[in-house]
C-alpha cells in the first residue's frame, strides 16, 4: 500500500497504533531512508492511533514515514515503547524496501525526549537522532515510569541533529 497506511500491531498484551506515510511513487525496486516521528503529550490517557492530518511528512527526500502512538502508561522513555517500535520497524522493513542505513528516529516535545531515550537506550537501529525542543533531563526525573537504565555513552559518535527554540528554558 501506498500514501496513508493506518496499521498496528499486537505485542505482550498491547496494542501498539500506527500510521505509515508511503510515497504515492514508491518503487520496491529501491531503498527508502525512514523516519521514526514520535509526537508530543504523551500523557494521554488512552491509546489510539496517530491522526494522519496532524502529522504529514516534510517535503523534500522521499522516505517512509512512521508515527506510532504512546500514551500515559506507555510514554517513549520505557520498556513497553522500545519493544513496540522494534517490531513495528521490523514490520515495515518486511513490507516495505527500507535503507538499514537511513532509519532516524524524531521527535517534538516528548517525542524528542524519547528520541533520545531511544538513542541512548536502543541505539542500533537508528542511523542519527533528531530531537526537536525534547529535553534530556526529563529522562533523570526520579518521578517518571521509564524502566530500567539509560546509557548516555551511546550517544556518542551517534549523529545528532537537536533542535529548540530561542524561546524554549531548555
Same mark, same amino acid.
Given at each position: 500500500p501506498r500514501g496513508v497506511v493506518r496499521s498496528h500491531l499486537s505485542l505482550e498484551g498491547n496494542e501498539f497504533f500506527y500510521t505509515l506515510f508511503v510515497p504515492e511513487a514508491y518503487d520496491p525496486a529501491r531503498a527508502y531512508q525512514v523516519r521514526l516521528q514520535l509526537h508530543g503529550g504523551v500523557g494521554r490517557p488512552e491509546r489510539s492511533a496517530p491522526s494522519a492530518a496532524t502529522t504529514p511528512p516534510?517535503?523534500?527526500t522521499d522516505q517512509i514515514y512512521i508515527v506510532p502512538s504512546a500514551w500515559r502508561a506507555a510514554p517513549w522513555w520505557s520498556h513497553t515503547q522500545i519493544t513496540g517500535i522494534r517490531a513495528i520497524l521490523d514490520q515495515v522493513k518486511r513490507t516495505y524496501n527500507v535503507n538499514e542505513n537511513l532509519v532516524v528516529v524524531s521527535g517534538v516535545s516528548d517525542g524528542g525526549t524519547g528520541a533520545y531515550f531511544m538513542a541512548m537506550r536502543d541505539t542500533t537501529p537508528f542511523a542519527s537522532i533528531l530531537p526537536a525542543n525534547g529535553f534530556l533531563m526529563v529522562l533523570r526525573n526520579e518521578m517518571r515510569s521509564e524502566d530500567g537504565d539509560v546509557f548516555p555513552n551511546n550517544l556518542r559518535?551517534?549523529?545528532?541533529? +537537536? +533542535?529548540n527554540g530561542g524561546r524554549d528554558p531548555f
Open positions: 516534510l517535503p523534500g559518535n551517534k549523529p545528532l541533529f +537537536v +533542535v
